[in-house]
């Protein structure tokens, strides 16, 4: 299995960016889906979380600001950022809790980060 993140940049304080991730490989089911940021010098921060059913979960700090969607025929997941802030400045990781492989419990798989950077 493999995750696939895209949609990082550069903007200014006050767009947008959106980041997609999707997954690949021998994929019965996925449980929960994550998006993390670390930025330099600073501990990796849970963002926001979609579980099954449709359930999320958002840090303070981006509540109202950000939205996270999940897709399930394609086994994506997608961050809407608005209203971005410098101190959005961080990589942006995708995890997710996948049912692969006959396991009765799911495996965490990570994508490499994609850089998202707010100018003031």
């Known amino acids: 299995v493999q995750l696939q993140a895209s949609g990082g940049g550069l903007v200014q304080a006050g767009g947008s960016l959106r980041l997609s991730c999707a997954a690949s490989?021998?994929?019965?089911?996925?449980?929960?889906m994550h998006w993390y940021r670390q930025a330099p010098g600073k501990q990796r921060e849970l963002v926001a979380s979609v579980i099954s059913g449709s359930r999320t979960n958002y840090a303070d700090s981006v509540k109202g600001r950000f939205t996270i969607s999940r897709d399930n025929s394609k086994n994506s997941v997608d961050l809407r950022m608005n209203s971005l802030k410098p101190e959005d400045t961080a990589v942006y990781f995708c995890?997710?809790?996948?049912?692969?492989?006959?396991?009765?419990?799911?495996?965490?798989?990570w994508g490499l980060g994609t850089q998202v950077t707010v100018s003031s």
């Open positions: 995890g997710m809790g996948i049912f692969d492989s006959g396991r009765p419990y799911p495996r965490d798989y």
């Open positions: 490989g021998r994929i019965q089911s996925i449980a929960a």
